[in-house]
């Protein structure tokens, strides 16, 4: 028996594992003291929480853990980099550099910095949703200060190669950074082999709690950026205000069961999404993907359904939790940007799903799933191409 309605929005966020919820519990519990309070039991233990969650985020991306800072999500992380780089850096170097997909809070926060007088450079993608690496090479120059491409797309799933990127972007010598919310916990990073100097963690795309994340930050004077907040030196003088221990708990037991889980799940999401795929694809031969259909990550699938409208046909499965467009633009109105930037047809982006399988997705639950949208496209007349 299906228990609806399913969950196929794994995109926007994630349920809480119960593993990292027993993790958490006794940081919300008996062990409830400040991490800062360095002069009793109750901070010292507040304080090992931090320490430990630090290495199993680092573990997950090769780097240290005295690299990792945490912070309330990716979008935080996101923000601190961006103005905090500009901020250092920008009088030598006036130049940001992006990509016309980015997710909304990274565009924003070089909008932000643009206004501010700096330049920015948004670069545009090809129809499958990736960067032309000549395009990125010929603008990034001694002026630039930072490159920042996400690792994941959160609407259209494609893989971007940081390592290829990384290269070109250190041989200017400016600094690279990646929105990796989407990637952290599903496909391998190595800050070292892609060169990153930045990376930004979400815990609630990996089954974590919502309120946190993680900036990693390579250490160097080169490297510095002016925080957003201040306060009492927090973090290293990063971030300041007194972390949560329950939060930051739950983040690197989240990053740990990952990390251990990777590869398995990677297998069994790209076979489940697979047969999921092959089920619309030969009732429906006229839906079309958004993205490369190689190298994306494999529990995300963005379709378009032509000839109907999108919203109107999230209203016909009504069982299947799964979105129009990126949780984070859900109050912009019109098509999604993401799939303009493809040269999606105002048309065909307003006619896209995106749907995301997850850690606790069955197959039994895509299967109803796929005939649920079959069934509902019948229903308001088949797609017209």
């Known amino acids: 028996m299906i228990k609806t309605p399913i969950y196929l929005d794994n995109q926007a966020t994630t349920p809480l594992d119960p593993r990292v919820l027993d993790a958490m519990m006794p940081y919300l ?12 039991s109750f901070g010292w233990r507040a304080a090992a929480a931090l320490d430990i969650a630090r290495e199993q985020v680092a573990g997950l991306i090769g780097g240290p853990p005295e690299e990792v800072f945490f912070t309330s999500g990716a979008t935080e992380a996101n923000n601190m ?14 130049k940001i550099i992006c990509v016309a997909t980015e997710h909304k809070c990274v565009l924003e926060a070089a909008r932000y910095c643009q206004q501010a007088g700096y330049e920015l450079e948004i670069l545009p993608v090809s129809e499958v949703g990736f960067l032309d690496l000549s395009m990125l ?14 690792a994941i ?18 041989a200017s010598g400016a600094l690279f950074h ?51 907040f201040s306060g009492g030196g927090q973090e290293q003088g990063v971030r300041a205000g007194t972390q949560p221990p329950a939060l930051v708990a739950g983040l690197g037991a989240a990053a740990e069961i990952a990390g251990a889980e990777l590869d398995g799940e990677a297998v069994r999401t790209k076979q489940m999404m697979t047969s999921f795929k092959e089920k619309l694809f030969s009732a429906l031969p006229e839906l079309i993907l958004n993205g490369d259909a190689e190298e994306r990550w494999a529990g995300n699938l963005n379709i378009s359904f032509p000839g109907l409208d999108g919203d109107l046909l999230l ?35 307003k006619s896209a799903l995106r749907i995301g399988m997850g850690r606790f997705t069955t197959k039994e639950e895509l299967d109803y799933a796929a005939e ?10 088949g797609l017209k191409p």
């Open 137 to 150: 090479e010929a603008a990034v120059d001694d002026r630039t200060a930072l490159v920042s491409i996400m």
């Open 81 to 94: 980099v961006i103005k905090g780089v500009m901020a250092q850096r920008g009088a030598e170097r006036p």
């Open 29 to 40: 519990k008996e062990h409830f003291g400040n991490p800062h309070s360095s002069t009793h």
């Open 178 to 228: 990646t929105d990796a919310a989407q990637a952290f916990g599903k496909i391998p990073l190595d800050v070292e082999a892609c060169q990153l100097d930045f990376v930004s963690i979400s815990a609630h795309k990996i089954y974590g709690p919502k309120g946190v994340g993680a900036l990693y930050k390579r250490a160097g004077d080169s490297r510095s950026l002016s925080p957003l």
């Open 372 to 381: 649920h949208i079959i069934a509902a496209v019948d229903g308001m007349g």
């Open 153 to 170: 797309n959160n609407e259209i799933g494609v893989i971007h190669p940081l390592k290829v990127v990384g290269e070109i972007v250190k």
């Open 315 to 349: 209203a016909n499965t009504r069982d299947i939790a799964v979105s129009s467009g990126a949780a984070c633009a859900s109050a912009v109105s019109g098509p999604s940007y993401v799939l303009k930037a493809i040269g999606c047809t105002d048309r065909r982006a």
